[in-house]
């Protein structure tokens, strides 16, 4: 294995993190975007507020993702364990 196979894996471990995190993080972003402007805008400071919100948004958003997400995994894996031969 040269080292540009250990970088060209290393890029796709990373990408492919990167796409599987990316739904669940990008919604708690927003939603707790949307919550801090709303407790900036009514004054309530509650942590409670911003928490339970951001939760229920994430879990909803990762059920409703995760079959993609699995496929993503899975497909990596593959491609991953059928080219061991091919980089030895």
Same mark, same amino acid.
């Given at each position: #294995?040269?080292?540009?196979?250990?970088?060209?894996?290393?890029?796709?471990?990373?990408?492919?993190? !990167?796409?599987?995190?990316?739904?669940?993080?990008?919604? &708690?972003?927003? +939603? &707790?975007?949307?919550? &801090? !402007?709303?407790?900036? +805008?009514?004054?309530?400071?509650?942590? /409670? +507020?911003?928490?339970?919100?951001?939760?229920?948004? #994430?879990?909803? +958003? !990762?059920?409703?993702?995760?079959?993609?997400?699995?496929?993503? #995994?899975?497909?990596?894996?593959?491609?991953?364990?059928?080219?061991?031969?091919? /980089?030895?």
């Amino acid at each position: #294995m040269n080292p540009q196979d250990a970088i060209d894996l290393s890029r796709e471990a990373v990408n492919i993190a !990167l796409v599987i995190g990316a739904p669940v993080l990008v919604t &708690g972003t927003i +939603v &707790g975007l949307a919550i &801090g !402007l709303l407790q900036a +805008v009514t004054q309530i400071q509650e942590q /409670t +507020v911003s928490f339970v919100p951001k939760l229920v948004a #994430m879990v909803l +958003v !990762l059920s409703l993702t995760l079959p993609w997400l699995i496929q993503q #995994m899975v497909q990596y894996s593959h491609d991953l364990i059928t080219n061991i031969p091919n /980089t030895l």
